[in-house]
């Protein structure tokens, strides 16, 4: 149970903003919302996580809507090499221990 | 640091045939967890640890023995290895939810 929902695939020229929605409607209130990415083969790389407010780093920013239903990543300006699958995955917390339950995530092509 | 060091990276096994796949951090992380991804799908987890002596089932465990006895290490034992446990595996690490999980490159496993 992946607790969340993503369209298949988006497509996005390259330098413009990439918005990547997730529906996660039976979030939890103290469960966090976080984002992975996967480039070909390799191992998923952390992108950014929140709980309630906007977070940005240097790779993104995450928007959560007030009722924390869902929330979009924001590539600002995507290039060639963010052309990736972008997992959203709710962190499971139960009895003491946290896990992350990925589902199949977003399949991103940036174009040039 | 090395990060998290998955070994072997590439294996063939026989029906039948045990293995111990290793994964190793350096990072101190008390969260550790084993992933398994089939050829278009997202990973699921087989695996996890919150610390040294404690393991606990994922989404898909039969098969699989995991033991936590150093914080370093969270070795993936397959049992009588089968041809559905083809898939790459991917070993994670975490200090803190805040910092989010360190992946492995991860074992490419088949099993004939």
């Known amino acids: 149970d992946a607790k969340t929902t993503q369209p298949t695939s988006m497509d996005c020229a390259e330098g413009r903003a990439a918005n990547l929605p997730c529906n996660h409607s039976t979030i939890s209130g103290n469960e966090y919302v976080y984002w992975y990415r996967q480039i070909h083969s390799q191992g998923p790389q952390y992108i950014i996580h929140g709980l309630k407010n906007n977070e940005t780093n240097e790779m993104a920013s995450l928007i959560i809507t007030e009722d924390r239903k869902s929330s979009t990543l924001i590539l600002p300006h995507a290039t060639l090499r963010d052309t990736a699958v972008y997992y959203c995955i709710v962190l499971i917390t139960q009895g003491g221990s946290e896990k992350l339950v990925f589902g199949k995530g977003t399949k991103l092509t940036v174009n040039p | 640091n090395a990060g998290v060091t998955q070994t072997p990276k590439f294996q063939v096994l026989k029906t039948g045939q045990s293995m111990t796949l290793q994964c190793a951090q350096d990072m101190n992380h008390e969260y550790m967890s084993w992933y398994r991804q089939d050829p278009g799908m997202g990973l699921r987890l087989i695996h996890y640890s919150v610390g040294a002596g404690i393991t606990d089932q994922g989404e898909v465990p039969n098969g699989y023995n995991v033991s936590r006895s150093t914080t370093e290490d969270f070795p993936l034992r397959l049992l009588s290895a089968a041809p559905s446990q083809t898939s790459v595996y991917f070993c994670?690490?975490?200090?803190?939810?805040?910092?989010?999980?360190?992946f492995g490159s991860g074992t490419r496993l088949t099993v004939v």
């Open positions: 994670a690490s975490s200090w803190d939810r805040a910092y989010g999980y360190t």
